[in-house]
Every structure is written in structure tokens, then in C-alpha cells.
């Protein structure tokens, strides 16, 4: 079958004028993270301001020595930025239809899956039952099918969502800068999409069909959110997808770029590692290590102190009581990744296994238990 070409639009979505995809790019192509030492990672470590050169080497193979260090260093910013405070969250899936080929998701188009979608006094309900667990902060979450879930759909949800939660976050497929602005006017308050791999060949190997096989319209996803009116947009690579060292370097320079560009946004990264998923239980979590993770972890606290970092249950629970306060700022609870699941039974099957299915009760408590703060509402529109 002729696959279309990856780096071309497809019919409907928006071109932006932006230079940042291309900066973002070379960069990253030239980028050899064995080429540092111990001594550039010690003179990085004694700087306040941190560059893109300093990222670098951060999340050098050289770096991976020092973590002791930069957990110390991390632990310093976030506190400085953060206080004692950890957001807390839940993810709600309200449909798992998908029209993309991605071959590392369980939601992938080609495979035999239960789906399904929640109607809108399914979502009213689970909405309120999450709200019962005191959560102020909820994100939204469909496979990528316009078909099955229209943005008019996921605007009636976030309508929905306003009516228990303060905060609203939205992780669908990528849609133009007018359809995110009516989204924010719905109440979404700030979207997240990951670019996978940003390794541009890779990305075309695991991106076999649908409109995500359009990489630069995906990239691209955070300036339409901001110019739609978007308070705030996540970054992130899917680690262990392509080399991890270098698409870890190309989302934390695409944030710093749009940054730059967007002064008033807000950013955060999360970073998601492969998990087994239906369908595919050989999938090895373990290409990318706990060791590594927090290095990405850690260079990202240090090179955007005031940057947030989600930490998701794809971690176990010990590795994301370990992270909180050191470089993680939010942390999501009470979990299911199946369609719904909060109420009734789930209508649709999972997205991947979760390491860390804890309540958002217990999560509290293991925040308290480290002399951190839980924080349920973090802001206020006044
Ligand atoms: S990663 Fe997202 S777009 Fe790809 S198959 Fe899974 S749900 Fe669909």
C-alpha cells in the first residue's frame, strides 16, 4: 500500500508560519551526547542559568555519573519555584477510537480492541464521581478519530468538566488554531501533545497511517494551542520510541523555543516510556531504565526550573514518591486508562498497563508522608 508522505499536509489542516520545527531539527540532528566529559557536566552543575549547550550536556551518556549531584541541584530549583506543593489530577478517557496506525499503541487502528465512547450523561457521571475524591484538575483524553469524537463532542465534555473541576486539560488529536480557541471557550485550560519521536524517519517507520503520520502539522500543535488562547501546552517524547537522549533534547528545546516565542504560556513536560499494551504484551518498558528517566527528568528541572513535570502512572509507585518534590510537580491518582472506569464499568479497553494504580487518598498520603503539600486547585480565575 503507498503510504502518504509524512512531512505533507493533509486536507483541512492548518500551516502555520513558524521557523521553530526547523531550528528544533537541525539542532537535534547535530546533537552527539557522547561527546562530553565529566568536567563539562561539573561546570554545567556550578551555573545558575542553564543554555541549550548546558541541556546537552545534561543528558549526555557523561551525565549519567552525576545524578546524585543534579537530584541535589533539582531538588534546590524546584523548591524554589514550586514551593512544597504537588498538583495532584486524573485522566478521564471518555472514547478510545483511533484512526492512526501508530505501531506501539494499544489503541492503534488495526488492532482488534473493545472500543467505545461515553455518552454525555456518562461523563456528567464520572465527572462527579471523580469530583467526590476533592480532584480540582481533570484531563481529557480520546483516541485521535474526528469521526467518533468531534471537537463539538470534546467541547460538550470540557462544558461538563467545568462544572466540577477548576482545571481542564485536553490530550485529543492536534486540531487548527480556530478549533483550539473554541475549546479554551469551552474551559480547556491547556493541551498536551507529544510528538512521539522526533527522529523524522522514525517517525515515519511507526506512523503508518492517519492523520498523525503528518509530522509537521503534530509538531506544530503547541503554537495553533497558544494562538487559539491556550493558558498552558505540554511537551514530551514517547522514550524508548527512537534514541531517547537526543528526542529528549529536541522537547526540551522545542519548549524553551516556544517559550521564547510565547512568553505567557505556560509549559510542562511529561515523559512517558513505552508500556506494554494490548495486543503487544512483548513490548520491553525496559529500553529506557529508571536511571535514565530521572537523568531527563532531572536536566529538564534544571535547564527550565519553573517548567511543570508530570509524572504518570505508567511509573511505579515507588520511582514517582521518589520524584515528587525533586523534579516532578504533578502527579495524577485514582487512574484508569480504559474508557470511563470511574463510575461504571469501563466501555472501552485500556490504552496500556498502568504501574501504579494507587487512589488519589493513598497518593496524598504518600505526599504527605515525604513533607510535601498536595494541592488540588492551583489557580484561580478571578
Ligand atoms: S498513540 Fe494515540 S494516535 Fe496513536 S494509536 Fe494510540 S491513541 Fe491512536
Do not use: W
Not at 497558544?226 to 519548549?255: C, E, I, Q
Amino acid at each position: 500500500m503507498k503510504r502518504t508522505d509524512h512531512m505533507e499536509y493533509q486536507e483541512g489542516m492548518e500551516i502555520i508560519h513558524s521557523d521553530v520545527m526547523e531550528k528544533v531539527i537541525s539542532d537535534m540532528k547535530v546533537y552527539d551526547y557522547t561527546d562530553y566529559r565529566a568536567s563539562d557536566v561539573l561546570n554545567v552543575l556550578s551555573k545558575e542559568y542553564l543554555n541549550k549547550e548546558d541541556l546537552k550536556v545534561l543528558l549526555s551518556s557523561a551525565a549519567e555519573d552525576f545524578l546524585e549531584d543534579m537530584a541535589k541541584k533539582a531538588t534546590i530549583e524546584t523548591r524554589k519555584h514550586f514551593g512544597n506543593s504537588i498538583c495532584l489530577f486524573t485522566p478521564l478517557y471518555i472514547a478510545n477510537y483511533c484512526e492512526n496506525e501508530c505501531v506501539y499503541c494499544g489503541f492503534n487502528c488495526k488492532n482488534k480492541i473493545n472500543r467505545g465512547k461515553l455518552v454525555y450523561a456518562d461523563i456528567d457521571r464520572e465527572m462527579k464521581t471523580i469530583s467526590k475524591s476533592g480532584l480540582k484538575e481533570i484531563l481529557i483524553l480520546t483516541g485521535e478519530c474526528r469521526s467518533q469524537s468531534s471537537v463539538e463532542y470534546i467541547g460538550e465534555a470540557i462544558k461538563t468538566a467545568k462544572k466540577y473541576f477548576s482545571t481542564i486539560g485536553i490530550e485529543i488529536y492536534p486540531v487548527n488554531s480556530d478549533e483550539y480557541e473554541y475549546l479554551q471557550k469551552c474551559g480547556a485550560d491547556f493541551v498536551s501533545v507529544y510528538q512521539e519521536t522526533y527522529d523524522m524517519d522514525k517517525y515515519e517507520q511507526v506512523h503508518l497511517s492517519g492523520s498523525k503520520r503528518c509530522y509537521p502539522y503534530r509538531f506544530n500543535s503547541q503554537e495553533r494551542a497558544l494562538m487559539g488562547g491556550m493558558r498552558g501546552v505540554a511537551f514530551g517524547s514517547l522514550l524508548g520510541l527512537s534514541d531517547f537522549r537526543k528526542d529528549a533534547y529536541a522537547a526540551g528545546l522545542h519548549a524553551d523555543l516556544i517559550r521564547k516565542k510565547y512568553p505567557h504560556a505556560e509549559i510542562s513536560f511529561s515523559l512517558p516510556r513505552l508500556r506494554p499494551y494490548i495486543n503487544n504484551a512483548e513490548n520491553n518498558p525496559n529500553d529506557v531504565h529508571e536511571k535514565q528517566l530521572l537523568q531527563v527528568m532531572l536536566a529538564y528541572r534544571l535547564f527550565m526550573p519553573y517548567a511543570g513535570i508530570t509524572i504518570s502512572t505508567r511509573e511505579r509507585a515507588g520511582f514517582r514518591d521518589n520524584v515528587i518534590g525533586m523534579a516532578a510537580t504533578k502527579i495524577s491518582a485514582g487512574v484508569s486508562v480504559g474508557v470511563g472506569g470511574h463510575e461504571e464499568e469501563m466501555k472501552g479497553d485500556e490504552q496500556f498497563e498502568i504501574s501504579d494504580p494507587r487512589s488519589v487518598r493513598e497518593v496524598c498520603g504518600a505526599i504527605i508522608e515525604r513533607g510535601l503539600q498536595p494541592v488540588y486547585r492551583d489557580y484561580i480565575y478571578v
